[in-house]
């Protein structure tokens, strides 16, 4: 009786550290994940308005630390997915953040899409 005992123990001792493990694992991931994306432009690409065979609008939301200038990279597709529109826009500070933005961009061609490629913070 007390193998059975000990072995009851073992078993409890094992679940234990287990499960100890897994909760330091999983705060360490998502520490990691918080780490890693703090401080970092975030945009949401918002839709487009095709204004032209020239043109289109870009909309978009941008997330970053509001007092710094950021430039985000611009892109419009054809119905081929040829690349027909590419550009640079750079976002002064705001008093807030998120904030929405509408950009236009000169194309060579109709495009069907637009979207942001890229933000980063202007240095």
């Not at 200038?69 to 998120?98: N, W």
Request: hydrophobic fraction near 40%; proline fraction near 3%; charge should be positive.
């Amino acid at each position: 009786m007390s193998t059975t005992s000990s072995q009851r123990t073992s078993n409890r001792r094992w679940w234990v550290i287990g499960s100890v493990g897994v909760a330091v694992m999983a705060a360490l991931a998502v520490w990691f994940g918080v780490s890693a994306t703090a401080g970092k432009v975030h945009w949401y690409n918002g839709g487009f308005a095709v204004v032209s065979d020239e043109q289109v609008e870009i909309r978009f939301d941008l997330r970053r630390d509001p007092s710094r200038a950021v430039e985000c990279q611009l892109h419009a597709l054809d119905a081929k997915h040829a690349r027909v529109g590419t550009g640079s826009v750079v976002v002064p500070p705001t008093e807030k953040s998120p904030s929405r933005h509408i950009e236009s961009l000169r194309t060579v061609s109709r495009a069907t899409t637009g979207y942001v490629d890229s933000c980063s913070y202007v240095d």
